[in-house]
């Protein structure tokens, strides 16, 4: 079947302006995960989603950041008045479960702030 | 700060040779897994082994835990030019839900 699908895969956008990722996880999984990447940060996790429901957001940098799922499936991160220090390749991920499965990641969007 | 920490940061070896990766991390966990990523995109999961287990087999691939040293590591033998990529230790602690919290990588050559 299909896996994890992400769009855009590129985003360019200025400084200020606001930006909205989007995720498709594979049909069936109930867990979906956020993480970011960056050459100064390495991989870091944003947010976790059981369902439609986000138990666990610490890793969301800001207020500037925000994600919500719909219908268990499709996720949306959206980030507000990005800054330069957004700039990254966001990746999203799902699983079965959120208990010790494998997850399935996507290909990314490549998010460049000018 | 990252859970993980991984070394070394770059290897490069000759094709057929094997390529040992290591990870360190600081807390209990409930497995730890292993990544392979491309080009700096999406992820590929390769190997999972949870605090239970000691070792673990797949293919060319070889992990081992050791809980008592909080280290892993993984072993890729007979090496091909196809196997050049970043790897990734990513840990799941307990009472953390399903986050993975991932070490700096590995970026390894494999020359033909």
């Known amino acids: 079947g299909a896996g994890v699908s992400q769009s855009p895969s590129n985003k360019v956008t200025e400084k200020g302006k606001d930006v909205e990722l989007r995720c498709d996880p594979i049909?069936?999984?109930?867990?979906l995960y956020w993480y970011r990447q960056s050459l100064g940060q390495g991989l870091e996790f944003l947010i976790y989603f059981q369902g439609n429901s986000a138990p666990d957001k610490s890793g969301l940098p800001s207020d500037r950041f925000s994600a919500e799922r719909t219908g268990g499936s499709v996720s949306t991160l959206t980030i507000q008045r990005t800054q330069q220090e957004d700039s990254a390749v966001y990746l999203c991920a799902s699983s079965w479960s959120g208990e010790g499965n494998e997850q399935f990641f996507g290909p990314g969007t490549r998010l460049t702030v000018l | 700060s990252q859970q993980g920490e991984e070394d070394p940061q770059a290897l490069s070896i000759q094709e057929g040779e094997n390529a040992t990766m290591n990870c360190s991390y600081k807390t209990s966990i409930n497995n730890l897994q292993w990544y392979r990523q491309n080009s700096g995109r999406g992820l590929v999961h390769l190997i999972l082994i949870r605090s239970n287990e000691r070792e673990k087999h797949s293919g060319r691939l070889r992990v081992t835990l050791d809980t008592s040293k909080k280290s892993s590591s993984l072993l890729i033998t007979a090496s091909r030019a196809a196997d050049t990529a970043s790897y990734f230790c990513?840990?799941?602690?307990?009472?953390?839900?399903?986050?993975?919290?991932f070490g700096q990588g590995t970026e390894l050559s494999v020359k033909p």
């Open positions: 990513a840990t799941r602690l307990y009472n953390q839900g399903g986050k993975l919290i």
């Open positions: 049909s069936g999984h109930t867990a």
